[in-house]
């Protein structure tokens, strides 16, 4: 790996040390915080109380009860078939490019700006940010039931007013431009970008791991956490999303400190290093995050030393 791209510690099987999910979630807790997840509740094959992760409905409960009992979040729901995202990692972003920040806490402001690329009927980044950290947000979607649903989320949870607002893309190959304005300056961007080139590809993923998450053959899928098309897949996949994502912001390279993206495919990385050299990427990072036997990265870039 070049000089100035050492990830942590690729062997690191738990989640951050901030992270409020390190343990096995306490589902006595959580069912106090939100009845309504009792009814989801079972005791798997190993004897352990949990949740059928194969029920949409049931990851939603769940997702509710994290909310509340752990970020203060009273009302939290999104329209169907849009993407209900895995609270832990998402969460794990944030602490992680929290520490990022940290390293420079004298350049930065207060609180600190985020730009989420794609914030999506959930709302989930800029929920957990503001929760943990008190940043404010601006959040971009080019689809706009979603960014309906997350301004209903916003206005039904008083504590988030005034601290996240919403923008629509309406030029969907754009990331910043129309978005970012004129002499405004964001600290930090975050992307949770699709990872497929097709809705085949995301469909065939899909099955792969009810395969061997279920130990047998399945053939139709059902995706729990849900996803919209501009979600799930990209033309050229996540590799030419990151890379569109990149040439774009060194035109914005003095209104963003950092911009960082979850790269999931960890072939990708020496190809998006290519295309930070041409652009020519001051300080390049890649932040490392263990999640079980999952390893998911952040790739992280700036155009000031």
């Not at 409020?20 to 006595?28: A, L, N, Q, T």
């Not at 609180?111 to 940043?135: F, R, S, T």
Request: aromatic content about 12%; some cysteine; charged content about 25%.
């Amino acid at each position: 790996m070049p000089k100035g791209k050492k990830a942590q510690n690729p062997y690191k099987s738990v989640l951050h040390l901030r992270n409020k999910h390190r343990e096995r979630y306490d589902f006595d807790l959580l069912i106090r915080a939100l009845p309504d997840l009792k009814a989801f509740v079972i005791t798997n094959k190993f004897g352990d109380t949990s949740i059928d992760f194969f029920d949409p409905k049931a990851v939603l409960a769940l997702n509710r009860a994290l909310l509340k009992q752990y970020y203060r979040i009273d009302y939290w729901s999104i329209p169907e078939n849009y993407l209900c995202p895995p609270i832990p990692g998402r969460a794990d972003y944030i602490h992680y490019v929290a520490d990022l920040l940290a390293e420079q806490p004298d350049h930065f402001q207060n609180p600190v700006k985020c730009l989420d690329i794609g914030v999506g009927a959930n709302c989930i980044y800029p929920i957990i940010g503001h929760q943990e950290y008190g940043w404010t947000f601006v959040g971009t979607d080019i689809d706009l039931n979603a960014i309906a649903a997350a301004n209903t989320l916003i206005s039904k949870n008083p504590q988030l007013k005034g601290h996240i607002t919403l923008r629509y893309q309406s030029n969907s190959k754009n990331f910043f431009a129309g978005i970012i304005q004129r002499d405004e300056i964001f600290d930090l961007s975050i992307c949770n970008p699709p990872f497929h080139a097709s809705a085949k590809e995301a469909h065939e993923s899909a099955r792969r791991k009810l395969c061997n998450l279920k130990g047998e053959k399945v053939e139709k899928t059902v995706l729990n956490f849900g996803g919209r098309r501009n979600e799930l897949w990209y033309p050229g996949g996540e590799l030419k999303f990151l890379s569109n994502m990149i040439y774009e912001s060194g035109k914005f390279s003095k209104q963003c400190r950092w911009f960082t993206s979850l790269v999931s495919k960890k072939e990708n990385l020496d190809k998006l290093y290519n295309t930070l050299d041409a652009v020519d990427a001051k300080s390049i990072k890649t932040l490392e995050m263990g999640q079980g036997n999952k390893i998911s990265r952040i790739l992280a870039w700036s155009f000031i030393r």
